[in-house]
Nanobody
Framework: QLQLVESGGGLVQPGGSLRLSCAASGFTLDYYTIGWFRQVPGKERAGVSCISSRGGGTNLADSVKGRFTISSDNAKNTVYLQMNSLKPEDTAMYYC?????????????????WGQGAQVTVSS
């Protein structure tokens, strides 16, 4: 059974850092692209970053460029989202998602499998 589990969320002060993890089971990252999305109540889920299968490339939303980095450890079947210089507007529920193939998309409808989410709160 394909499963994604996020971890690493929490409360951090503005300017701080967090690293989110997305642990995949039931499938291998070699064939799947992983995306990170975030959502606040009352708004649509927004794409943050993605990393393509087999080193096909990465993508970042303009709002997080220069602050967030996505990486993967295929041996651990885990994708990470390193978030630096966090701002209050980064506060959201963060989800990782998977889609088969190499298309690195920031559109949520492109993804078939989702984790349960991890809350990130940036506040002083």
């Amino acid at each position: 059974q394909l499963q994604l589990v996020e971890s690493g969320g929490g409360l951090v002060q503005p300017g701080g850092s967090l690293r989110l993890s997305c642990a995949a089971s039931g499938f291998t990252l070699d064939y799947y692209t992983i995306g990170w999305f975030r959502q606040v109540p009352g708004k649509e889920r927004a794409g943050v970053s993605c990393i393509s299968s087999r080193g096909g490339g990465t993508n970042l939303a303009d709002s997080v460029k220069g602050r967030f980095t996505i990486s993967s450890d295929n041996a651990k079947n885990t994708v990470y989202l390193q978030m630096n210089s966090l701002k209050p507007e980064d506060t959201a529920m963060y989800y990782c998602a998977a889609r088969f193939g190499r298309l690195c998309s920031l559109y949520s409808y492109e993804y078939d499998y989702w984790g349960q989410g991890a809350q990130v709160t940036v506040s002083s």
